[in-house]
């Protein structure tokens, strides 16, 4: 099987190493892709970039590969419609249709579809006028949080005391074009990560791991795309991946169908864990990053032929998931200046040593290849050190060792993932 992947950022390198692994998978073709990609022996189609900005050049690029299947990575490219111009070409895809994807696209649709399909979520307000926006944060009070409604990279979402602040936010997102802004009820408790495959009908979950949102230790700083993850998570409780299945995802898996947008790909459920159970605090309609790379990390299914299925409506004949038993746990190394203004074009070395450590491998995100061949940081997330273990602490020591050999001038690591685990 020839698949195409599209995307550029660690989770597609996780991605592309575990198609790749995969005996079904031939070869893989990934588009616009990224260095570390390259050496794993990737056909890394970088000047594609111009192509994936049209969900037809696309579909182009995939009909071109002559792909059996094309794997969406990021969110940019579904909510625009690549996933149905892949489709309308008759080529398989792992990624919801563009009606599906904006349970991503947009947080007002998702609250619209969670409150259809009987779904928990926090009480909110979707505003247009910052005298709606004053309403709303009057009646939910602090802690304030305000999401921008359309996608933001994961940066869209300010959560803070400060009135002030809040209302700041809310006018930046009014602000936009189209403008419109979601006010909601602060969630209490840890946060998890489910990633949930449905081909339209049938839901197979994954196993959970847990992000490490913000840029700073204990959970300070603004947010960030994600700044490390760990699976599995030894403190949660033994039921809540079924309890996500039949409370979450099924009832909005069979909504979007009942729409006319049945969801191919996978539905990433982000809860948090109050005192009155579990909300839903967001969808994506892709996998989460860095989640997945720990998550992959430790599936042992074959890739390929999961996805194919998922792409095909097959995931009722598809054999049960099998996760290793052990831990995976990944930080993230960004540049410097990131999420405001990630500084480009420092060298990194040290990858090799830190792949030398027992169990650790490097994914890459932002990085690229100068003139002189040198690999240099090139966007917020530079890289992942990814580690495995017998258990939580043992891939988490792995981790930071293999983090302490890489050098990248003013790179900004957590050094709090996973921690007491
Ligand atoms: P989102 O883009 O919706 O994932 O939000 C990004 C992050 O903001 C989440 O992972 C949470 O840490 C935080 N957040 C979003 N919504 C809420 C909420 N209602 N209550 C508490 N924290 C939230
Ligand atoms: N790690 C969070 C996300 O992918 O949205």
Redesign the pocket.
């Known amino acids: 099987m020839r698949v195409v992947l599209i995307g550029s950022g660690a989770r597609e390198h996780a991605l592309a190493r575990a198609l790749l692994a995969d005996p079904a998978v031939g070869a893989v073709i990934a588009a616009p892709g990224n260095p570390g990609m390259v050496a794993d022996g990737v056909d890394v189609r970088s000047n594609a970039t111009g192509k994936l900005a049209d969900p037809t050049g696309v579909a182009v690029l995939a009909s071109g590969a002559r792909a059996h299947l094309v794997v969406i990575g990021p969110e940019g490219p579904l909510v625009a419609g690549a996933g149905d111009a892949v489709r309308a070409a008759g080529i398989p895809c792992f990624g919801p249709s563009a009606g599906a994807a904006r349970i991503e696209g947009s ?1 007002a649709f998702a609250k619209e579809v969670m409150t259809a399909a009987g779904v928990l ?2 009480a ?1 307000r979707s505003c247009r006028t910052i005298d709606e926006v004053r309403a709303a944060l009057g009646r939910f009070g602090p ?1 304030y ?1 305000v ?1 921008d409604d359309g996608l ?1 990279g ?6 803070t005391d400060a009135f002030g602040q809040a209302l700041a936010h809310a006018s930046a997102c009014l602000d936009r074009t189209y403008g419109s802004v979601v006010i ?5 408790g840890p ?1 998890v990560s489910v990633f949930c495959l449905s081909d339209g009908r049938t839901v197979v979950p994954l196993a959970p791991a847990q ?1 490490f ?2 840029l700073g230790e204990g ?1 300070a700083g603004p ?1 960030t795309g994600g700044m490390g993850a760990y699976t599995p998570l030894p403190w949660l409780p033994g039921d809540l991946v079924d309890h996500v299945v039949e409370a979450v995802a099924r009832p909005t898996i069979a909504e979007l169908a009942r729409r006319g947008t049945p969801y191919q790909g996978v539905l990433y459920c ?1 809860l ?1 864990l109050t005192a009155r159970g579990p ?1 839903v ?2 969808f ?1 309609a892709r996998f989460g990053d860095p989640e997945a790379q720990v998550v992959l990390a430790r599936l042992r299914t074959p890739l390929g032929a999961l996805l194919l299925a998922t792409a095909t409506g097959r995931l009722a004949e598809h054999p049960p998931l099998e996760f290793d038993d052990g831990a995976a746990v990944v930080v993230v190394v960004a540049a410097d200046g990131y999420p405001s203004g990630p500084v480009s074009g420092d060298v990194i070395t040290g990858i090799e040593a830190a792949e030398a450590v027992e169990g650790v491998s490097v994914l890459h995100a932002g990085t690229a290849r100068d003139g002189a061949g040198s690999l240099v940081s090139h966007g917020g997330r530079v890289l992942s050190v990814l580690a495995t273990g017998s258990d939580v602490a043992q891939a988490r020591r792995r981790a930071y060792e293999g983090v302490d050999r890489i050098r990248l001038r003013g790179a900004q690591v957590r050094r709090d993932v996973a921690a007491g685990q």
Do not use: H, M, Q
């Not at 994961?154 to 959560?159: E, P, S």
């Not at 909601?184 to 209490?188: A, G, I, K, S, V």
């Open positions: 947080k979520t926090a909110s802690p949080v999401k933001a994961g940066k869209g979402v300010v959560v909601e009820e602060f969630l209490d946060e992000d949102k913000r959970g947010n982000g948090a909300r605090i967001e994506n």
